[in-house]
């Protein structure tokens, strides 16, 4: 069974920094590329960031880029997503997910999904 839990969330002020994990079970972690979405109340969920299998390549959504960074440690199965320069808009459950593919940006191309992890940026 594929499990998927994140980790790191909480309560910050504007401008600090987060560090989200997922760390991955049940799934050959190396053939999976990587996401992670958010979704604020009353909001759709939306792309945040992806990486590759192998970790080479990224891609992020426009409102986070040069802010955040995901990394992955396939020996450790674990994704990361480090989020600095926090803004209140920020404020959101943060999910990591994984999709047999690559870069995808939509949520209907991801296979597997974590529960998710509270972030909130108070200004």
């Known amino acids: 069974q594929v499990q998927l839990v994140e980790s790191g969330g909480g309560l910050v002020q504007a401008g600090d920094s987060l560090r989200l994990s997922c760390a991955a079970s049940g799934l050959t972690f190396s053939s999976y590329a990587m996401g992670w979405f958010r979704q604020a109340p009353g909001k759709e969920r939306e792309f945040v960031a992806a990486i590759k299998r192998g970790g080479e390549f990224t891609y992020y959504a426009g409102s986070v880029k040069g802010r955040f960074t995901i990394s992955r440690d396939n020996a450790k199965s674990t994704v990361s997503l480090q989020m600095n320069s926090l803004k209140p808009e920020d404020t959101a459950v943060y999910y990591c997910?994984?999709?047999?593919?690559?870069?995808?940006?939509?949520?209907?191309?991801?296979?597997?999904w974590g529960q998710g992890t509270q972030v909130t940026v108070s200004s």
């Open positions: 997910a994984g999709n047999g593919g690559g870069l995808y940006t939509s949520r209907t191309s991801y296979d597997y």
